[in-house]
T-cell receptor, first 117, second 117 residues
Framework: EAGVAQSPRYKIIEKRQSVAFWCNPI?????LYWYQQILGQGPKLLIQ????????DSQLPKDRFSAERLKGVDSTLKIQPAKLEDSAVYLC???????????????FGPGTRLTVT | AQTVTQSQPEMSVQEAETVTLSCTYD???????LFWYKQPPSRQMILVIR??????QNATENRFSVNFQKAAKSFSLKISDSQLGDAAMYFC??????????????FGKGITLSVRP
């Protein structure tokens, strides 16, 4: 079974530029999460999708961050314009179904390390 | 809101010895899930072990076991017969048993484990 795929693995941009990250979840996983992991901290949820609908985006800085999950499969996270404090690892995770009960495991991708200079 | 605290930033263990990583959490919920994730330098988050709060028996996975103290809101990870491949960052995480937006993981800050040969 293929895991969660993310690209690119690394990205360096200057502040005020824009950047986009791509995530392909495990086949059949309805729920997709984007987490931000700042150096020295644990991951923090940015946005959660159930199929192609947003379940939780309360921690997403909507003035500069946007995300979509067209057709309920792949997802893209965009930052425009980037700030220095956006330097972090962006992790994508997927699970079977967060709307049903049960400890459905979240499977993580390898992450994208973003450096904003 | 739930919080997860890992107060030890770093720990070191001799190969083949046993080490215990500490974690405390705060929640007003009675049913939830607790996890330990391992994050090696490759950044891939790997699930180590899971504990359901309604289960009194501590979870065990090969060399990994937990000491779950629900009343004290404590959830420690014990690694027996430590191996060089165990060196990584370890994160304690909490997940509500509720569905939908409550399915996100809340992580602690993590602990860096080094294994001495």
């Amino acid at each position: 079974e293929a895991g969660v795929a993310q690209s690119p693995r690394y990205k360096i941009i200057e502040k005020r530029q824009s950047v986009a990250f791509w995530c392909n979840p495990i086949s059949g996983h309805a729920t997709l999460y984007w987490y931000q992991q700042i150096l020295g901290q644990g991951p923090k949820l940015l946005i959660q999708f159930q199929n192609n609908g947003v379940v939780d985006d309360s921690q997403l800085p909507k003035d500069r961050f946007s995300a979509e999950r067209l057709k309920g499969v792949d997802s893209t996270l965009k930052i425009q314009p980037a700030k220095l404090e956006d330097s972090a690892v962006y992790l994508c995770a997927s699970s079977l179904a967060a709307l049903a009960g049960g400890p459905y495991e979240q499977y993580f991708g390898p992450g994208t390390r973003l450096t904003v200079t | 809101a739930q919080t997860v605290t890992q107060s030890q930033p770093e720990m070191s263990v001799q190969e083949a010895e046993t080490v215990t990583l500490s974690c405390t959490y705060d929640t007003s919920e009675s049913d939830y899930y607790l996890f330990w994730y391992k994050q090696p330098p490759s950044r891939q988050m790997i699930l180590v072990i899971r504990q359901e709060a309604y289960k009194q028996q501590n979870a065990t996975e090969n060399r990994f076991s937990v000491n779950f103290q629900k009343a004290a809101k404590s959830f420690s990870l014990k690694i027996s017969d430590s191996q060089l491949g165990d060196a990584a960052m370890y994160f304690c995480a909490y997940r509500s048993s509720l569905t939908g937006a409550n399915s996100k993981l809340t992580f602690g800050k993590g602990i860096t484990l080094s294994v001495r040969p």
